[in-house]
């Protein structure tokens, strides 16, 4: 089955610092979503993205979904502590109702 | 004030015990879907309903039931075959299954078996 791999699983950084969290999927994805979890609470949607090679932002945040539609990244410029939580990709792939979540990377931020 | 509610918080049972755990949303979606969290894990997919009286198994469905007699609610029993119940568990909808549609989620029940 589809399955969705994300990388790093812990990111420590320096409030200021940025950061990025990798997702690649098995199968070719026929969109990507990204959601965030803050600790002790539950997934909040962030973004979509459709089109191969789409870039999308929301102020620091930089979302990207790679050419084979089998990857995508998260950027986050100068991190704050609210940026603290876990941030999970999934996938929908060509054919299926179900969303494949990624295992999530968890960021901290040391102020 | 529209929106996902999952009861209760958080749950303690003993082995051998059947659990059901509610949720019920208020935003008119279709589609709604459990999911299972474990410490340090992402979400894996325990069942899934398109449409009232009707559902789907998810990568996990073995010792779990579910039942969608009403487009609000999607209850969730973890039966005593499920060999390790101990998780968090999440409760999603969204306005119709499959590609395009964001999922809500509601605020997680923690269930505890010793």
């Known amino acids: 089955g589809q399955q969705v791999m994300q990388i790093p699983q812990y990111q420590h950084v320096q409030e200021g610092e940025d950061f990025t969290t990798y997702c690649n999927s098995s199968?070719?994805?026929?969109?990507i979503q990204w959601y965030k979890q803050r600790p002790g609470g539950h997934p909040v949607f962030l973004i979509q993205?459709?089109?191969?090679?789409e870039v999308k932002k929301q102020k620091r945040l930089t979302f990207q979904f790679g050419e084979a539609k089998k990857n995508s990244s998260l950027h986050i410029t100068a991190t704050q502590t609210t940026d603290v939580g876990t941030y999970f990709c999934?996938?929908?792939?060509?054919?299926?109702?179900?969303?494949?979540f990624g295992g999530g990377t968890r960021l901290m931020v040391k102020p | 004030d529209g929106g996902i509610t999952q009861s209760p918080k958080y749950l303690f049972r003993k082995e051998g015990q059947n659990v059901t755990l509610s949720c019920e949303q208020n935003?008119?979606?279709?589609?709604m879907y459990w999911y299972r969290q474990d410490p340090g894990q992402g979400l894996r997919l325990i069942y899934y309903?398109?449409?009232?009286?009707?559902?789907q198994k998810g990568d996990i469905a073995e010792g779990y039931s579910v039942s969608r007699e009403k487009k609000e609610s999607f209850p969730l029993t973890v039966t005593s075959a499920q060999k390790n119940p101990t998780a968090f568990y999440l409760c999603?909808?969204?306005?119709?299954?499959?590609?395009?549609?964001?999922?809500?989620f509601g605020p997680g029940t923690r269930l505890t078996v010793t």
């Open positions: 999934a996938g929908h792939d060509n054919a299926g109702n179900m969303l494949t």
């Open positions: 199968t070719t994805l026929s969109n």
């Open positions: 993205l459709v089109k191969s090679g």
């Open positions: 999603a909808s969204s306005y119709l299954a499959g590609n395009g549609y964001e999922q809500y």
């Open positions: 309903s398109q449409i009232v009286n009707d559902f």
């Open positions: 935003l008119n979606h279709d589609a």
